[in-house]
């Protein structure tokens, strides 16, 4: 007796052999896939016809900002330190856990309706220590496998002191920090679909001090480190003034690097420390979309992934205006094909499986998820396929990545529960999170003051170095 048995679909198993059949069928028992088989009979407490869709992975997003789901199209256009200082603080500065709690719901919405079933956040926001408990709350009831990153700022944030005034509360002092750290984690590690991890904001974020406290914690409580490194050129020109070392080289020689590591971006590591990457384990969260949005440049996916490094896809925050895999994924792969002058830099192939059996490896999970074959944790997307721009055919991996949209993802499945049926999400109540979501954003327009509001309501604002000028913010 199955739990779920799902008929007469094309199955993208992104098994090691690389197998897709067509009218399969998958049964689920006890929260594990149990049978992948053509014709498959036998009982099931609940059938679902398959036929006409794509059954295949849930996507795994290695890294977010939840918390900045509250605030896209809140400055834009612009790099990530005027964007940060001039509008991201003043506002998030008044984060309270209600408006926490309603972020991370609106983003655990996007990313359900859009097919992710696994991902990373990186949670630096402690303007109140309960922000972070709520978040985790909200994604272990929605069923998501979320690997939350305990975020660390003691020195600056986007490499600015706001050490006074309304935005003091953003940097916290280094105690403090590793105790709720460890309490958090030792909270919140193993139940149920929660994983936890440690990191600094940024390489910039921390003085020395505390990134080795971290790191040593980390080793301790055997669980991931995680942070941005060498996504913005700016923040390698500073690790080689002060350290005298490029930013991975930085994080490698304080013990950062290893298995369970993870490095945001890597947009300009070297050759040198795609080497150290690869030999150390250390992963790459990849984020195309932001990385473009924010003119961060281009990551060389091609080399790290020839050199042996572990690289999965995320959004990022804000920045990608964006939870949709697929276009994440199909954005990777255009990008590379563009920057190299060569169609096959990375594949369709390529960009499917660093959204899946990839990114489970990036976030340890590679036991539980990836793929859909037998004993794995059930995981997975039903994917309308009969519909005018994926039904043309051909092979289903190009038309995945290529033409479907987070949105032709009809039913989702994590550990075996149905989250979302028919594009219903049925662990979240979308309408009340969508109202909650607009009064918790109005509220914190507000708090964020005038240049905010004025932001907010101009039709169509000037743009310039007055709207990069960082001139007048908080400090
Ligand atoms: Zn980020």
Avoid at 309 to 338: F, I, N, P, R
């Amino acid at each position: 007796m199955f739990d779920i048995l799902i008929k007469d679909c094309c199955l993208i198993t992104m098994n090691k052999r690389n197998e897709i059949f067509d009218c399969c069928s998958v049964g689920i028992t006890g929260g594990k896939i149990s049978a992948v088989e053509k014709n498959l009979n036998g009982e099931a407490k609940k059938v679902i016809d398959g036929s006409g869709t794509i059954v295949l992975p849930g996507f795994v997003n290695c890294h977010t900002h939840v918390y900045q789901a509250l605030i896209e199209g809140v400055g834009y256009d612009m790099h990530f330190n005027p964007w940060n200082i001039r509008y991201l603080v003043p506002i998030i500065s008044r984060m309270r856990p209600d408006h926490a709690k309603v972020s991370a719901q609106l983003a655990a919405l996007e990313m359900i309706k859009t097919g992710t079933t696994a991902f990373c956040d990186h949670w630096y926001l402690h303007t109140d220590f309960n922000n972070i408990e709520e978040v985790t709350g909200v994604f272990d009831s929605a069923g998501l496998r979320a690997h939350m990153v305990f975020g660390f700022l003691n020195e600056s944030f986007a490499g600015r002191k706001h050490t006074s005034g309304s935005s003091g509360n953003v940097l916290k002092e280094d105690k403090e920090l590793l105790v709720r750290a460890e309490d958090y984690c030792r909270r919140w590690h193993g139940k149920n679909l929660t994983q936890v991890g440690f990191g600094p904001g940024s390489t910039e974020d921390v003085g020395i001090d505390l990134f080795r406290g971290i790191i040593e914690l980390g080793k301790r409580l055997d669980v991931s480190l995680v942070t941005h490194i060498a996504g913005w050129v700016e923040i390698v020109s500073r690790s080689l003034e002060k350290y005298q070392k490029r930013d991975l080289e930085y994080a490698h020689s304080l013990g950062f690097t290893g298995s369970k590591s993870i490095a945001i971006h890597g947009v300009w590591l070297s050759d040198d420390e795609i080497e150290i990457a690869a030999e150390t384990g250390t992963a790459v969260a990849h984020n195309p979309v932001a990385n473009m949005h924010l003119g961060y440049g281009i990551a060389r996916v091609p080399e790290m992934l020839k050199a042996g490094v572990k690289v999965g896809l995320g959004t990022d925050g804000a920045a990608s205006y964006t939870y949709d895999m697929l276009e994440v994924a199909k954005t990777a792969a255009m990008l590379q094909k563009v920057r190299n002058l060569d169609a096959e830099a990375l594949t369709a192939e390529t960009a499917l499986r660093l959204l899946t059996t990839s990114g489970a490896e990036v976030l340890g999970l590679e036991k539980e998820t990836g793929s859909v074959e037998t004993g794995k944790q059930a995981d997975l997307l039903i994917v309308d396929a009969d519909t005018p721009h994926v039904l043309p055919g051909g092979r289903p991996v190009p038309k995945l990545v290529y033409s479907a949209r987070g949105s032709d993802v009809r039913t989702s499945i994590v550990n075996g529960k149905i989250i979302m049926e028919d594009h219903k999400v049925l662990t979240l109540d979308e309408e009340k999170i969508l109202n909650e979501a607009n009064k918790a954003r109005e509220e914190l327009f507000t708090l964020g003051g005038d240049e905010t509001r004025k932001l907010i309501e101009a039709p169509w604002p000037a743009r310039g170095a007055s709207w990069r000028s960082t001139d007048g913010a908080l400090s």
